[in-house]
């Protein structure tokens, strides 16, 4: 279990090395003051408080949609859907916020529940075709993704929105919706602490509980989750669900913590920034907000250098990319790994032999 | 005769850690049937992928024809005149004979295009040479499994063949496939042809070959003339005992009806029924065994039992209910267990924990759970009191089950199965492929479990098995009850085998009690 | 609606229909070759990007509508390599990897696009060239027929003519029995001498060759240039079509023209007053419902079977 969970380690660390070394060469290659554009982006989001806030910012979305996507891919289902399902919440978080008028506290809380349950409703179809028909949920959830994408805009154009608005955007919140900055000098808000607490609830519910467990074992292995009796049809059903859920949510509280008004008319990317922050944290939740910040570090710290050099930011893409593959790999160092497994057992093989005992076998 | 083929020292260990082989040395002579023995797990099939460049040997050399050869893949084997007849046949479904037969040595026309007609044409003429009778223009799925054979050993003599190893060549056959199949290897081996027959089964490898190869525990125990050897001799060597496992069991007592089927039948994709008419019981405190060469259906009617399949027409009754519309789920809580035939398909999460896995059946249960959490403390002391009681070596309950041998995965799958109370036992083939320790641990907890009243229903292949622990007895064969014995201890092994080949059949009344009818 | 019938049966939507299918064509094809071989690739969206990038940037390097369309397909190969080392030799889990590689195209031909020519989003600085149409002579001056098939973009017409050699490659070539033999069952393939992993690997650097002529239709035929995120999940619906095609060449053909149909269908129906949302739906919904009846089939005919059974 240890030397398990020490090889994962190193081969993660591996692929990070790799990969910021590409940067290395990439920022190298195209910039006229590599040295400066490097500094700034590595060390670049540590400067200043605010730059720093900003990476906190980021990971909050990050941790939504990282254990989104670790849930759906913790039962081995490849739903992509929630980059669809975080701007629908948000959607759906508009429209309560637009159209009741709720106390302080009650309207975000509530605004949160109407967001998750509008994220989960996108992730239910591509569940419930895989469930009822074994519809591949891979497919019809990308197609999911542009369907509540349009379907949104719809809601958002023809009934919230703001005429008087030089761009396409809705109505103002109303205050008593927006979540409170937290840390002065930045843009922080409370949502860290709900992104924090998913992550625990997440952890709860996938390690702890009868339905994380059921959830667990069909991804493991679905015909033994069959065969003992769980329900496989429905963990099919509510694992998608509930990672469409927490993308809503996600897309929530990004919505009422950094923006005055909905003015997403581009599906915002986080949807599958959170398939790389669930990979690069093998779907356990607590990782999750370790690798959203690292994510988040890395895209401000390239926002940064973009911003004062001649690097264009999407240099995170490429370093996103071959950090996903690298992780993933696993004959990545594989070959290490057997050679210490195999001398481990011809020496517990010759032990055994010592002892008069035969060779164990499979 | 010269040596065409020899292993030296071979050395296999899997990625999981698993010791496939330890310093084996094997040789064939030309022109010789040689037959390589051994229990399920002795290491029989890795050494001959090795053979046949499938896999590769840590340590050790294989010379061939007197020179050192490394075989990096089947194309290098095939290339030297090493072919392989594997038990899970290598074809293609969905193409013709023809297509299968030169797959990898296409035949071409104006230079780009597949030729079909050479292709044909080719088959037809090694089929003749050979006296191996096939229709090349046919599809493979739609072949008899014997039929399915004959491709594969044309494919090898097609690709020049010498050498040809055939891996279990017999499990699949009927009889009289068997009886054809033999006289076949045997018109191969006088016209020069080298080969190599995996097997476990006695008779038949005194019957046409040789020399013999046995292995154990992954390691050689030498090579033997075929008629300088016992059959008690083999035997030993091959488990390592003198004597079969004896299991020391008292007369059953058995109680009311525990299990009931009327009229079951199971059809599948095609509509062939492939468990048919089946009627039986088996009472409370009884094992009843069902053997029968595999594939007559045992499979199925353990899957239709246990909830994994439904049945197409028919009635199962578990303590009196009827199971038939039931989930696996429903059909557990009546106090059934299933120990499924491959463990690592079905019995367990692989990479899943032992404690996890020892937990599968009863995660929800409501001692295990409070409102929203599962009680971790009390999950956590059951997992450990079993791995404890059925004495799975291991570091703890938090290893994985991938890296425990077969032996220890099976007693978890058995610690979980025997440790909730059953009424009753459905015992798909127990014991297979893994150590003499477990396999006596496991059979022995079989009978105690009968003892306290659990019904159990044994499917095994192996004879041994079923002759040594069930009380009451029943033959399978296509799909139906070839024979029932009341009491197992007076079933004679020759008449048994006439029942599992389906020479013979009883006559209902014959049964006696069994059906119920 | 009378006037929705009108356009429909128009010339024009048929032309256009032709049209808007090529690139799906193209990637529904290439999803074919690789699924025949067992592996998946659903990169098809990340490789037409950056093909659609490198024909733009290599058509204004060299000046060369060809020398584009060359560069873009073998750019498109060397998606379907790396997809293939990643997958075959380091075991990456061939979604995951997929999935990296259509992350690293989005933000990726923006940082080449930035790179090569100091543009931001749409290859506006880049004098990049268009392949040629072609006018079929006779076809072309037939009514209906002419306006429909003849003028199109010669990638068009390569597409069309690909579906054919697909299914020569496929059925009637050594390669194309190796494929479906690796597909179908790969042990039997290894069996027999034939490298499972070669053949793979051929199946994806062929499968992203059709990727790169999309992507190549896409900037230099469906539009002259080249913007962000212009594949607008076109590789993703030819994943769709490919699986409604039940693996057949020629199915693929009809699933694709129907994903073309309600993609021009969305086209035309802007004229109406219908909300441009819903009309940017069509080809996504179309795609659901199609795998809904496709899925609902195979159910059905399983479910069939065992009723049978029963009677």
């Given at each position: 279990m240890n030397k398990r969970v020490l090889f994962e380690t190193i081969r993660t660390l591996v692929a990070i090395g790799v990969a910021l070394l590409l940067a290395l060469i990439i920022i190298f290659s195209v910039s006229d003051e590599p040295g400066y554009a490097l500094e700034r982006f590595l060390l670049g989001p540590v400067t200043n408080l605010r730059n720093f806030g900003n990476v906190l910012e980021m990971a909050i979305p990050l941790i939504f949609t990282g254990l989104a996507i670790s849930v759906m891919f913790m039962a081995k289902q490849f739903n992509l859907g929630a980059e669809g399902g975080f701007f629908f919440g948000a959607v759906g978080a508009t429209a309560l916020v637009l159209t009741f008028n709720l106390p302080p506290v009650i309207l975000p809380v509530a605004a949160i529940i109407v967001g998750a349950l509008a994220g989960g409703l996108g992730s239910a179809l591509p569940a419930v075709l895989k469930a009822r028909m074994g519809a591949s949920e891979l497919v019809s959830s990308l197609m999911m993704n542009f369907i509540l994408f349009w379907l949104g805009l719809f809601i958002i154009n023809n009934y919230f929105r703001d005429a008087m608005a030089g761009a396409m955007a809705s109505h103002r919140f109303p205050d008593a919706a927006k979540l409170t900055r937290i840390l002065p000098g930045t843009r922080l808000h409370f949502g860290i602490f709900i992104a924090l607490a998913m992550v625990v609830v997440v952890y709860l519910f996938l390690y702890r509980s009868r339905w994380g467990y059921a959830l667990r074992m069909v991804g493991l292995n679905i015909r033994f989750a069959e065969y003992s009796g769980i329900n496989t049809k429905s963990v099919i059903l509510y694992s998608q669900i509930i990672g469409g859920m927490i993308a809503g949510m996600g897309g929530t509280v990004e919505l009422l913590g950094?923006?005055?008004?909905?003015?997403?008319?581009?599906?915002?990317?986080y949807g599958w920034d959170g398939v790389i922050v669930a990979i690069m944290a093998r779907n356990n939740p607590l990782l999750v907000p370790v690798f959203a910040f690292f994510l988040a570090y890395l895209r401000i710290g390239a926002d940064i250098m973009a911003r004062v050099t001649d690097v264009p930011s999407e240099v995170v893409a490429i370093i996103q990319g071959v950090m996903i593959m690298l992780v993933t790999?696993?004959?990545?160092l594989a070959g290490w790994r057997h050679r210490m497994v195999v001398k481990e057992k011809m020496k517990a093989a010759e032990a055994a032999e010592v002892e008069g005992g035969g060779v164990q076998h499979g | 005769m010269e040596e065409i083929l020899a292993m030296k020292g071979i050395t296999k260990v899997y990625p999981n850690g698993i010791v496939a082989n330890k310093d084996v040395d094997f040789s064939v002579r030309k022109g010789e049937i040689h037959a390589i023995m051994g229990e399920n797990g002795a290491g029989k099939s890795t050494l001959m992928k090795i053979l046949f460049g499938m896999e590769q040997p840590e340590e050790g050399e294989i010379y061939y024809k007197g020179e050192k050869v490394i075989l990096h893949s089947p194309n290098t084997a095939i290339n030297y005149g090493i072919g392989m007849v594997h038990q899970h046949f290598m074809l293609v479904p969905s193409l013709t004979v023809a297509e299968n037969m030169v797959l990898g040595v296409e035949p071409k026309k104006s230079s780009v295009l597949f030729d079909f007609e050479k292709a044909v044409q080719m088959t037809e003429e090694v089929s003749q040479k050979y006296n191996l009778a096939i229709d090349p223009k046919a599809i493979v799925e739609d072949l008899a499994v014997g039929k399915k054979q004959k491709l594969e050993i044309l494919k090898a003599l097609l690709r020049g063949a010498e050498v040809l190893i055939l891996d279990e060549p017999t499990a699949v056959l009927t009889p009289q496939e068997t009886k054809e199949l033999f006289e076949e290897l045997i018109n191969l081996k006088n016209q020069g042809f080298t080969i190599i027959f995996i097997s476990h089964k006695l008779k038949e490898i005194k019957q046409i070959t040789d020399r013999l190869t046995i292995l154990r525990n992954g390691r050689s125990m030498g090579i033997h003339e075929t008629k300088a050897i016992s059959e008690q001799e083999i035997s030993r060597l091959m488990v390592g005992r003198d004597v079969v496992l004896k299991v020391d069991k008292q007369p059953a007592t058995p109680g009311d009806v525990v299990i009931e089927t009327k009229g079951l039948s199971y059809h599948d994709a095609t509509g062939k029924p492939v468990v048919n008419q089946m009627s039986f019981r088996v009472r409370k405190g009884e094992i009843m065994g069902i053997a029968g060469?595999?594939?007559?259906g045992q499979g199925e009617l353990v899957e239709l039992i246990t909830g994994l399949k439904k049945p197409s027409v028919g009635d199962i009754f578990i303590g009196g209910v009827p199971v038939k519309d039931l989930t696996v789920k429903e059909i557990r809580n009546l106090k059934t267990s299933h120990i499924p035939e491959d463990r690592m398909v079905y019995g367990v999460a692989a990479e899943g924990t032992i404690g996890e896995n020892l937990i599968s059946d009863r995660f929800d249960h409501p001692k295990y759970n409070g409102k929203l959490l599962q009680k971790v403390k009390s999950l956590i002391s059951r997992s450990e009191e079993l791995i404890k009681d059925y004495k799975v070596k291991c570091d703890g309950h938090t290893q994985q089950v991938n890296m425990l041998s077969g032996g220890n995965i099976q007693k978890v799958v058995v610690a979980r199965e025997f440790s909730s109370d059953p009424k009753l036992i459905v015992a798909d083939q127990p014991t297979r492929g893994i150590d003499v320790g477990s396999t006596e641990f496991i059979r022995r907890k079989l009978v105690e479990l009968r003892d306290e009243g659990t019904a159990v229903l044994l499917v095994s292949a192996d004879l041994n098995e079923v002759l040594e622990l069930s009380d009451s007895l029943m033959v399978m064969y296509g799909g139906e009850i070839a024979a029932y014995f009341e009491d197992a201890s007076q079933v004679d092994e020759m008449e048994l085998g006439m029942y599992m080949l389906g020479l013979k059949t009883m006559e209902q009344h014959e049964m006696g009690g069994a059906t119920g009818e | 609606m009378g006037s929705l019938f009108d356009i429909i049966f128009s010339a024009n939507f048929g032309y256009a229909v032709l049209r808007v299918t090529t690139p799906i064509l193209f990637a529904s094809l290439g999803a074919l070759i690789s699924i025949k071989a067992g592996v998946v690739n659903i990169s098809m969206e990340g490789t037409m990007l950056t093909a659609a990038l490198a024909g733009v940037a290599i058509s204004a390097y060299t000046g060369s509508a060809f020398g584009g369309l060359v560069g873009a397909v073998v750019v498109g190969m060397l998606l379907g390599l790396l997809l293939a080392y990643f997958a075959l030799n380091l075991k990456t889990d061939i979604i995951l990897a997929a999935i990296a590689i259509n992350l690293m195209a989005s933000g990726g031909t923006v940082f080449g696009l930035f790179v090569i020519s100091g543009d931001r989003g749409i290859s506006s600085s880049l004098a990049s060239k268009v392949l040629p149409r072609i006018q079929i002579p006779i076809l072309h001056q037939i009514p209906v027929l002419g306006p429909v098939f003849s003028n199109h973009n010669v990638l068009t017409y390569v597409a069309f003519i690909s579906v054919a050699l697909v299914y020569i490659l496929l059925y009637k070539t050594p390669l194309g029995l190796r494929i479906r033999a690796v597909g179908e069952n790969a042990h039997a393939a290894d069996s027999v001498g034939i490298s499972v992993k070669k053949t793979q690997y051929i199946a994806l650097i062929m499968s992203g060759a059709f990727a790169g002529f999309g992507g190549a239709f896409m900037s230099m035929g469906y539009v002259s240039w080249f913007s962000t995120n212009m594949i607008a999940g076109r590789g993703f619906i030819a994943l769709a079509a490919e699986a409604l095609g039940m693996g057949r060449p020629f199915g693929v053909l009809l699933t694709s023209l129907l994903f073309g149909s309600a993609d021009a269908l969305a086209n035309a129906l802007q004229a109406f007053r219908i909300p441009s949302e819903f009309v940017q739906m069509v080809p996504y919904v179309v795609t659901i419902i199609g795998l809904v009846v496709y899925a609902q089939r195979k159910h059905s005919a399983a479910q069939k079977v065992r009723q049978e059974d029963r009677a």
């Open positions: 950094m923006y005055p008004r909905f003015t997403w008319f581009q599906l915002p990317g790999a696993e004959r990545l | 060469v595999e594939g007559n | -």
